[in-house]
């Protein structure tokens, strides 16, 4: 069974950042796909940001393009989303998940809360 910790959530005023991290019990290379979601208040989950593991290639969604970025340090099995300018609207529960061999993992989540 594969396990995803997350951590680094936390109050932040609006424009500051932070960054969230993911430890993965097993090595993130044995995975298709890594993913960052996250969960507003009164919401849906929604897909952030992805790493597709084949070619590296990495989405943002629209709302987060050029203030998120999703990186990996395969070395240490850990995910990473740096989130730059924050804005009241990205308050959300933030969960990392991975897909290998079709079977998705999920975390637990962290809170992220932004203040105007």
């Known amino acids: 069974q594969v396990q995803l910790v997350e951590s680094g959530g936390g109050l932040v005023q609006a424009g500051g950042s932070l960054r969230l991290s993911c430890a993965v019990s097993?090595?993130?290379?044995?995975?298709?796909?890594v993913y960052w979601y996250r969960q507003p208040p009164a919401k849906g989950r929604e897909l952030v940001a992805e790493i597709r593991r084949s070619d590296g290639h990495k989405y943002h969604a629209d709302s987060v393009q050029g203030r998120f970025t999703i990186s990996e340090d395969i070395a240490k099995n850990l995910v990473y989303l740096q989130m730059d300018n924050l804005k009241p609207e990205d308050t959300a529960a933030y969960y990392c998940?991975?897909?290998?061999?079709?079977?998705?993992?999920w975390g637990q989540g962290t809170q992220v809360t932004v203040s105007s």
């Open positions: 998940s991975a897909n290998g061999g079709g079977t998705v993992y």
């Open positions: 097993s090595p993130t290379s044995s995975m298709d796909y």
